[in-house]
């Protein structure tokens, strides 16, 4: 299985201390905060059975401290929903004088969703949100797939990246959502992201009538009514 090497891409250190700072950076340093939290999986049935692997949540950070999280599980066995195994979550956020940063990885391998109709070998969502004096950004660079399998289709080949938001329909399941990713803030003074990895919509049909002639079913709406997570990840930082 491939082992990713969880790094800060950027690392928020404090500068040393320099006479003349004013009291307004004092007081944005004390202002600062960062948060984060992931997980390898979550289920949601539409029987009602809900459950989800160890999540590591970022503890509060004061002053110019840094922190860490992490959650393990060893396996999950959802029959017919979903199998994995290694899951593993960490969240990191630290404070500086001048800027402020958070990071949270979720991984998953072996991965099999409704009796392989979505397969992989290793899912990893990592994102990164940082805070200076100008501006706040997020990203989720290192978040991979590695031999995802849709539906019959292969999506990816070793270690690859899919596009934001990529939808694939499931035609009698619902659909896929590949990374996924919500931002949160304004970009100024705050920034936020979550990335579901594999983000399953299961849908059902309401309402609608029985044609006779056809047997199909006229009208009606379709409902989410469960949904499954492999690979999440959040992290948000704000001055």
């Known amino acids: 299985m491939n082992r990713m090497s969880m790094l800060w891409v950027n690392r928020f250190v404090a500068p040393a201390l320099v006479v003349g700072l004013t009291t307004g950076l004092a007081a944005a340093a004390v202002a600062q ?8 999986t979550y289920v949601n049935t539409p029987a009602g059975f809900s459950t989800r692997s160890p999540l590591a949540v970022l503890p509060a950070i004061s ?63 990592n994102v990164m949100s940082s805070r200076t004096a100008s501006t706040a950004v997020s990203n989720a660079d290192g978040s991979t797939f590695t ?19 990529t ?4 035609p009698g399941v619902g659909y896929v959502v590949l990374n996924e990713q919500i931002p949160a803030g304004d970009g100024a003074t705050s920034s936020g992201l979550t990335v579901n990895m594999i983000h399953v919509y299961l849908q059902s049909l309401v309402g609608g009538v029985l044609d006779p002639l056809t047997g199909k079913v006229v009208g009606g709406t379709l409902q989410t009514t469960g949904e499954i997570i492999v690979g999440s990840a959040t992290s948000n930082a704000s001055m």
């Open 63 to 125: 002053g110019t401290d840094g922190a860490e999280a992490d959650a393990q599980g060893s396996t999950l066995n959802i029959v017919g929903a979903l199998s994995s195994e290694f899951l593993n979550s960490t969240t990191s956020g630290e404070l500086g004088a001048l800027e402020a940063g958070a990071q949270s990885t979720a991984s998953a391998a072996s991965v099999n969703i409704l009796n392989g109709l979505i397969t992989a070998d290793e899912v990893v969502a």
């Open 147 to 165: 031999n995802l399998v849709v539906a019959g289709v292969p999506v990816t080949s070793g270690d690859a990246a899919v596009a934001p938001n």
């Open 167 to 170: 939808n694939i329909s499931l």
């Open 33 to 40: 905060s960062v948060g984060g939290q992931a997980y390898g």
